[in-house]
């Protein structure tokens, strides 16, 4: 079936089978392999990217469901000119990411987050990135991040 | 993991997904939110021949003040109805059971209607809408009908919707008084192991998550507080007549105990906040 979805501001349409999972038409289909795959299971966060805007999890959805709408994955966070998005940037800044498997999936998240929390506490940042697992980190660093990356300002354009 | 192949169809409207659905209910299955039905799929322990994309069905997506109860559209996703004005004035503890349902981004997909369609004992939104009384719309070729929440819930991931049934409403009564939820899990994003919705007004209905093999009502516990008994009495009947299941999280003995404790610290809370 064709599908046409808007992904990171450029305008796709591929005939794809129907039982296609968003995450495999972005890296397989589109080459975009910023976004893992971790569980395949809806439990650990890695495939999370923006759908209109809001995160979700990119193994649970089909790209059937991604018609008509807009996705934002990692590669469309830095702007073209490689200017490191304020949250990513914040993850530089504050050591958030190790071997950096999870960390796409938490930056769209925390993206998603903190448009819906603009002024958040640091309970309700872990509690916003329930749906993120890491390996590494302890998550303390990761929590620092999105901290920062909200403060006044961080986030203007 | 990759689901078996199927067919793909985006309905438009109620009418257009009822029409498909009756040409092989059996085969057919309507795809709201996904987050229950996908997973399901890719294990393949769900193989339906077509698909019938209702998510984008318009005007079903709503949660809206209807006088003496709120009405909540089916595909109102579980993020909205977290956050609605409505929901948290008049149904708050359906407001904030939406809010505890996986984690953020299962929030964004995830739609009430499903959630009880699917009928899954381990899901919290079936036991909010028993412990609130609550109606299930239903349309189908045989025109439209409203079920009590207390007959919708028939056994493991079965309800009272036929196979050529939608549901399109959810009705719960405005609940003033005092409620609580709690829910028992190890891991932030996890299921409940046990689960209890409890409004008290007056009586008191108390509903439980995982104590079966569908959302229950705690009856020992709602029949002693009638008759008088205190809320340590009443909690401790909790798991009265009921089968809980035993799997990895806890055997059914522990779910048993759980259910006492968790029903016992419902009902203070609920209490406390005005029941
Ligand atoms: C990682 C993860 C964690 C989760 N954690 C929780 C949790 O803690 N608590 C909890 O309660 N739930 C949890 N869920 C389940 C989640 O709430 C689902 O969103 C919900 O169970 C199903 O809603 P859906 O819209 O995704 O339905 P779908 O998956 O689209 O559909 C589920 C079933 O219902 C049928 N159906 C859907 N809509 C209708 C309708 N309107 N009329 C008739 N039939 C319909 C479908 O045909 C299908 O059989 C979790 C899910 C995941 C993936
Ligand atoms: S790969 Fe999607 S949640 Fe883990
Ligand atoms: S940095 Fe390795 S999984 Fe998070």
Known sequence: MQVTVTVNGKTESHDVEARMLLVYYLREVLGLTGTNVGCDTTSCGACTVLLNGESVKSCTMLAAQADGEEITTIEGMASSDGVLHPIQEAFREHHGLQCGFCTPGMVMAIASFLKEHPDPTEAEVREGLEGNLCRCTGYHNIVQAALAAARPGALAP | ?275
């Not at chain 2, 996703?77 to 948290?88: F, G, T």
């Not at chain 2, 309800?159 to 050529?164: G, I, K, S, Y």
Request: proline share 5%; hydrophobic share 45%.
């Open chain 2, 1 to 275: 993991m990759i689901p078996a192949s199927f067919e793909y169809r985006r309905a438009g409207s109620v009418e257009q997904a009822l029409g498909w659905l009756s040409e092989d209910p059996d085969s057919t299955k309507l795809l709201a939110g996904g987050h229950s039905l996908l997973p399901l799929m890719k294990l393949r322990l769900a193989t339906p021949g077509v698909l019938v994309d209702v998510g984008r069905v318009p005007g079903l997506s709503y949660v809206r003040d209807a006088g003496d109860h709120v009405a909540v559209g089916a595909l109102t996703r579980h993020r909205d109805v977290e956050i609605s004005d409505v929901a948290r004035a008049h149904v708050p503890l359906l407001a904030h059971v939406a809010g505890q349902v996986g984690d953020p981004q299962v929030r964004h997909r995830g739609t009430i209607g499903g959630s009880i369609a699917h009928g899954d004992p381990a899901s919290d939104l079936p036991a909010a809408v028993l412990a609130l009384d609550g109606v299930l719309v239903i349309d189908g070729p045989r025109g439209r009908r409203e079920v009590g929440a207390g007959d919708f819930f028939r056994g493991f991931l079965e309800t009272a919707l036929a196979p050529d049934e939608m549901l399109t409403e959810i009705r719960v009564r405005k609940a003033p008084g005092g409620w609580a939820f709690q829910k028992f899990n190890r891991r932030a994003q996890d299921w409940a192991i046990v689960g209890v919705a409890a409004v008290v007004n007056g009586g008191a209905r108390v509903a439980l998550v995982n104590m079966g093999a569908t959302t229950v009502r705690a009856r020992g516990t709602e029949e002693a507080l009638a008759a008088g008994a205190g809320i340590a009495e009443a909690a401790a009947r909790a798991p009265e007549g009921l089968e809980p299941p035993s799997d990895l999280q806890g055997s059914a003995e522990y779910r048993r105990h759980l259910a006492t404790v968790l029903v016992r610290r419902a009902l203070e809370e609920a209490t406390a906040a005005g029941g």
